[in-house]
Nanobody, 120 residues
């Protein structure tokens, strides 16, 4: 199983970015899909999550500005980021709870991260 994140970049405050994460491999089902971020010198934090049924979760710091969505057929998860602030600067990682089928329990896999830099 591989997760490939893309879409990061440098943007001015108030700007927008759309992150994408593609899941590949021999997969039976993808459960929760999440976006985390890690700023320099800080712990990795959960930014947004979405269940297989479409229920979403957002950290308080991003509510109203970031929107998570998924395309189950394409095995993709997205993070639309609007009205970006300098404090959003971080490496953003996608994460998915994947079941390979059979008796093997599902487990979380991580993408490699994509850098988002917001200048003031």
């Amino acid at each position: 199983v591989q997760l490939q994140a893309s879409g990061g970049g440098v943007v001015q405050a108030g700007g927008s970015l759309n992150l994408s994460c593609a899941v590949s491999g021999s997969i039976f089902r993808i459960n929760d899909m999440n976006w985390y971020r890690q700023a320099p010198g800080k712990q990795r934090e959960l930014v947004a999550g979405i269940t297989s049924g479409g229920s979403t979760f957002y950290a308080d710091s991003v509510k109203g500005r970031l929107t998570i969505s998924r395309d189950n057929a394409k095995k993709m998860v997205y993070l639309q980021m609007n009205n970006l602030k300098p404090e959003d600067t971080a490496v953003y990682y996608c994460n998915a709870d994947v079941w390979l089928g059979g008796t093997t329990p599902s487990r979380y896999y991580w993408g490699q991260g994509t850098q988002v830099t917001v200048s003031s």
